[in-house]
């Protein structure tokens, strides 16, 4: 996952992304942030670069995951789970949340885990979330590796219904995506097949994956602006935790 993460446009493209509506977050230049779902803590060391005066802290249900974080260099990181976060009540500043909702038992427990987020932001506190939407073929939902993908209204009600004010949502991944119909059709005929990211590093053309990283950060530029796609396989939102 580490290797994955380092060395793909995909993840580089997103980073890119997410930097762009933190800017539209208007970020101070001290905080708290915890990463939930951290995984190997990629994501809060490119954090950390942008926001060298932040506080980092991160979670993760698996200890593989937690014991790379520790060993590449992220200091507070803990095993725990979305569901109860080990974090005082309105206490940190950002929260982010990336392709983990997904991920959570089928049963309702993604507003559980919306309402612990809400209940550790600080009054006026952001989530940055990214998690799977519904596109073609269609998905159901596959109970084995609790996996569900959303539709952007069902998202939208349940971060509404937890209490938080809407900045910034839209879909992306919208014409890169296109790439992963042939795939998903051939899970289609699978019991259980597990319809997220299978994927190994690989090696691609420097200018192809420059070029591919290029196209998913404009994709996310339209949403910073305020728009959305009509289309794609991933859904980001940039929240407000009320209550000034």
């Known amino acids: 996952m580490r290797d994955l993460e380092s060395g793909s446009w995909w ?44 506080q980092t802290m991160g979670l993760d249900v698996a200890i593989d995951g937690v014991t790379a974080a520790r060993a590449s260099g992220v200091a507070k990181v803990m095993r725990a789970s979305a569901l109860a976060l080990p974090v005082e ?17 089928l049963d309702g427990v993604d507003r559980h885990a919306l309402a ?21 073929p269609r998905a159901v939902d596959d109970p084995v590796y609790n996996f569900h993908k959303y539709e952007p209204a069902e998202l939208r009600g349940k971060l509404e219904q937890s209490g938080f004010e809407i900045i910034r949502f839209g879909r992306l991944n919208a014409v890169l995506g296109l790439a992963e119909i042939a795939r998903e059709w051939r899970a289609l005929d699978q019991p259980h097949s597990y ?29 910073a602006l305020g728009a959305s796609w009509p289309l794609g396989r991933t859904i980001l939102a940039l929240c407000r935790r009320g209550g000034y």
Request: proline letters at 4%; glycine letters at 12%; charged letters at 20%.
């Open 89 to 105: 009540s309105s206490t940190v500043d950002l929260v982010m949340t990336l392709d983990v909702l997904q991920h959570l038992p």
């Open 116 to 136: 612990e987020v809400h209940r550790v932001l600080r009054p006026g506190g952001h989530l940055l979330l990214r998690t799977n939407a519904q596109a073609f």
């Open 195 to 223: 319809h997220g990211l299978l994927s190994r590093p690989g090696r691609e053309a420097r200018w192809l994956s420059k070029a591919k990283r290029a196209w998913l950060r404009a994709e996310g530029r339209a949403i």
């Open 11 to 54: 993840n580089a493209g997103m980073r890119d992304v997410a930097a762009q509506l933190l800017g539209v977050a208007a970020l101070g230049g001290r905080g708290r942030v915890l990463d939930v779902g951290c995984g190997s803590g990629q994501s809060l060391r490119w954090f950390a670069g942008l926001y060298p005066t932040w």
